[in-house]
Each structure stands twice: as C-alpha cells, then as structure tokens.
C-alpha cells in the first residue's frame, strides 16, 4: 500500500490547485485521477482578481498571462435604445494585484499547475472506488488495483466524482431551468460593438447575449428555452436568429464552434466527514453566470492548503472543521446566491440599474463580483 499526508481524488483545477499548494508548504501528497490525462475540455473562461494572486502565489500565473485576454472593462448594453454601462475594474487597484478580469481556457492552466508539482505525485486512470476512514488515517482504492493511505483525503474530483458519496455527505441538487448555447467565432466583436473591452452583456425587452473575449476567438452566450432540443438550438437558422437579435450589423458572421450545455445548482451539505474533505465542484455547482465556480473552487484549496498543514503538524482538528464551516457559508450565504441573482436580473432594467450604481456601489458591485470579499474566507488566523 502506497502512504502519504494527503490524498487528492481529482486532477482539475482545484485538485491540482490544492496539491502544489500543499506541497509548496511541505505536504506530501498524491493525486489520483480517474481519466487517462488531464481534460481538455472546453470550460472555464474567466479568471478573477484573488484566484489571480492565488496563482500568481503558486508560482504560475506569469508564464501564462501574456496567452490569455486581459479585460479591464465590463460593458451593460441596450441593443434596442443604445443605453449603457460600464465599470473599470481598475478601481480594484489596492486591494488586488491584478485588478482586471483574465480570460483563458481552464485546459491551459491544469497542465501549467501539473508541470509544477513534483514528479510522480500524480497518477492516472486511478479513479477512487472506495473508501475506508479510521481514527489515523484514510485508505482509497483506485480502479487501477492500486490502494493508498494518508491521514486526509479531499475529493476534488468534480460533479461527477466519488468521494463525497463514498463518505456520506448528501448533496442539495436542483437544476436551472435552462440551458445555454454557446457560439465561437473569430470575429474581433470590439469592431461591431461601441465600448466592448472583452465582456459585453447585450440587452433587448426580454432577453440578453454575454459576449467573452478569449486569447483565439469571441464566446458568444445565449439561454435557450426548456422545451428546445440542443440540436434544435445549434441548428444554423435558430443560431443566426440569436446573433441577429443582438448583433445585428454582424448576423453573418462566421461560427467555428457551437455547443450547448446545460448549468446546475448544488451544494454538498458539509465540506468535511472526518478525514475526508471536499473542495471544488464536488461541493458546489452553480450557473456559470460571472465565471464564479472554478474560482471558488480554487480559493477552497487555497483557503485549505493554509488549514490542512497546521493540523497536520499537530493543530486542534477543531480548525478544519472551522475551515469546512467557513466555506461552506461562503457557498450558501454568498456564491449561490449571487449567481442566482444574476441569472435572475431582468433585461429589461439591468443596463439602467448598473447605469445608476454611484462610484462607491460600483466598487462593492466589482469587489462581489470579483469574489475578493469571498476568496480568503477559512484562513486560519
Ligand atoms: C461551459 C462551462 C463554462 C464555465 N465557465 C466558468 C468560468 O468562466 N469561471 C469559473 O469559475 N467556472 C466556470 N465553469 C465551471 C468550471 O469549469 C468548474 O467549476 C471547474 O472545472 C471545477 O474544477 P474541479 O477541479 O473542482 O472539477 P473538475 O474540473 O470537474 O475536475 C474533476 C476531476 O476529477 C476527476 N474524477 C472524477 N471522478 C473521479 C474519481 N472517482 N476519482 C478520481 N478522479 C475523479 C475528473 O476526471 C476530473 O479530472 C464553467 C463550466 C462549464 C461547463
């Protein structure tokens, strides 16, 4: 049987977050994951403030910042009336080192923080089956044959994953009533849109569009109804009507990419039973609505790799548990309300309501939005 400090089931962002961090700090650890290599995956776009300073603290945001989209402006629009609104994120300066959104691909940054950890902590096509726990430690066995002990094991292993089931801790699932399109296309839409940086939401009476910049091509968001089949909503003539609505003056613009998927909400009910913790989309799923989910995740493995050590070294059991409270409030007072609150807005007043906000309401509107309020929430003091 293979031993280590620390056992982490899942090799995404937050997994692979997690395990530098903790090795950085001393940790032996071992990460398992269930695929044959890392994703490569089309998800995450948006990168906030304090998940920047995170990695940049990690030792892997400077190679990877001139590949990405620097966003420094967040445009409101009324596609019908013209209205707008905007806010400079620069007004961030003091609090963060990188007061500015950062758009990149999720698969660009796992393979930067994998490159990182040392060699041989991670394994592949070792997805965790089963799980004993006792009063010293936790025994995992992967699909490979292979088992390992450790004295904690965190389930970062996604939505799908298998921890949080194997250690007992029941999830508060319910979906959103949508699904969203997502179209790719080349076209630099800073030349079609007056004030567009790289995130524009466009509005009309009843509906809206979220245009991202990303390092080689725009993003185009769009919801679709319940009762549309995705490939009813991919079809040519419902994609051109969609960028048509919205962007007129550029309906015959080129697609390279379209895809749906569909957004869920859940939350695991405990971020802790015993020596098994989670962290990341195994604890939490929101809409992807302002780019919040990863960074969560990553701000629970940074929150935890600060905890994890300290009790490792002989700290009361008491500050974990201290940890798994904290983030999980974050979760349910914060994260998913703030998410459904987004997707709640209505088009109809948003481009006038973020219009309206005073320079002091528009700093705690960036400060929320950019989860530094959130972020080092379970520090240990
Ligand atoms: C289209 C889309 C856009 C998004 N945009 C954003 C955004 O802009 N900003 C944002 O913050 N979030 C965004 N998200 C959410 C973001 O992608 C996730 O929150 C993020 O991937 C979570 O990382 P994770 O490491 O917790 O889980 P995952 O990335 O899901 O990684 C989990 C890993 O665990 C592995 N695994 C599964 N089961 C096991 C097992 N039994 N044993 C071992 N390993 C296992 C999986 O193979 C996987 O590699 C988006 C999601 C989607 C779908």
Redesign the pocket.
């Known amino acids: 049987m293979d031993e280590t400090e620390v056992l982490i089931?899942?090799?995404?962002?937050?997994?692979?977050a997690l395990a530098l961090a903790l090795t950085q700090r001393g940790v032996a650890v071992r990460v398992?994951?269930?695929?044959e290599g890392?994703?490569a995956?089309?998800?995450?776009?948006?990168?906030?403030p304090p998940t920047l300073d995170a990695l940049h603290e990690l030792g892997v945001l400077a190679p990877l910042l001139p590949g990405g989209v620097r966003v420094d402006r967040i445009l409101w629009r009324r596609v019908d009336s013209g209205a707008a609104a905007t806010i400079d994120l620069g007004i961030l300066a003091g609090e963060t080192g990188f007061p500015f959104r950062w758009h990149r691909e999720?698969q660009d940054l796992t393979p930067a923080l994998a490159a990182a950890l040392p060699a041989g902590c991670l394994r592949f096509g070792?997805?965790?089956?089963a799980l004993a726990q006792d009063a010293a430690g936790v025994t995992l066995r992967?699909a490979d044959g292979s088992t390992h002990r450790a004295r904690y094991a965190v389930g970062?292993?996604?939505?799908?994953?298998?921890?949080r089931g194997l250690a007992g801790i029941p999830a508060e699932t319910n979906a959103y009533a949508h699904r969203?399109l997502?179209l790719l296309t080349p076209l630099d839409l800073r030349q079609v849109v007056p004030g567009l940086d790289g995130l524009g939401y466009l509005y009309d009476e009843t509906g809206s569009c979220s245009l991202l910049r990303m390092p080689r091509n725009w993003r185009l968001i769009f919801r679709i109804a319940p009762e549309m089949s995705d490939a009813e909503a991919m079809a040519e003539d419902h994609a051109r009507a969609r960028i048509a609505r919205f962007l007129p003056q550029a309906a015959g613009m080129e697609i390279e990419g379209r895809d749906v998927?569909g957004v869920t909400r859940a939350m695991a009910t405990a971020y802790r039973a015993g020596r098994v913790l989670l962290?990341?989309?195994?604890a939490h799923?929101t809409n992807?609505r302002g780019?919040?989910?990863?960074?969560?995740?990553i701000h629970d493995a940074m929150t935890l790799a600060a905890t994890l050590p300290r009790v490792l070294g002989g700290a009361p059991e008491q500050l974990l548990q201290g940890w798994a409270d904290s983030r999980l409030a974050v979760v349910r007072e914060a994260l998913l309300p703030r998410t459904d609150s987004r997707v709640a807005a209505s088009p109809a007043e948003e481009v006038s309501r973020m219009a309206a906000l005073t320079p002091a309401e528009q700093l705690v509107w960036a400060r929320e939005a950019s989860m530094l309020d959130l972020a080092r929430v379970g520090m240990p003091s």
């Open positions: 089931a899942g090799a995404g962002p937050v997994g692979l398992l994951e269930k695929r890392l994703s995956a089309s998800r995450a776009s948006t990168f906030h999720q070792a997805g965790v089956m992967a970062c292993d996604g939505a799908s994953g298998a921890l969203v997502r998927y962290a990341g989309d195994a799923l992807t780019g919040m989910n990863m960074n969560a995740g």
